[in-house]
Nanobody, 117 residues
Framework: QVQLVESGGGLVQPGGSMRLACQAS????????MAWYRQAPGKQRELVAR???????NYVDSVMGRFTISRDRAENMVYLQMNSLEPEDTAVYFC???????????WGQGTQVTVSS
């Protein structure tokens, strides 16, 4: 059974940095695509960053060059390093794991990120 637990959210000033962490259990990274999504109030959930089992990364245009997704295989952790944060980055951030063969997807509970002065 896949379980994802996010941590690291909170309040940060514009221009600041924050790192989100996702503790994953019940998965094997090489056959899962890991991703971070976010959902702002009144908006649809959107894909922020994705990391495939082979190491390929993709980012939504609005975070390109500011956010970095990475993983630690030994610790079964996925991270989202967020730099130069903007008020528009305020949202609940969700960790997602999708099995590359079955398509089965799992979600974490989400962590709130608020960018405000």
């Amino acid at each position: 059974q896949v379980q994802l637990v996010e941590s690291g959210g909170g309040l940060v000033q514009p221009g600041g940095s924050m790192r989100l962490a996702c503790q994953a259990s019940g998965i094997i990274f090489k056959i899962y695509t890991m991703a971070w999504y976010r959902q702002a109030p009144g908006k649809q959930r959107e894909l922020v960053a994705r990391l495939t089992g082979t190491g390929t990364t993709n980012y939504v245009d609005s975070v390109m060059g500011r956010f970095t997704i990475s993983r630690d295989r030994a610790e079964n952790m996925v991270y989202l390093q967020m730099n130069s944060l903007e008020p528009e980055d305020t949202a609940v951030y969700f960790c997602n794991a999708r099995h590359d063969f079955t398509g089965a997807a799992s979600w974490g509970q989400g962590t709130q990120v608020t960018v405000s002065s």
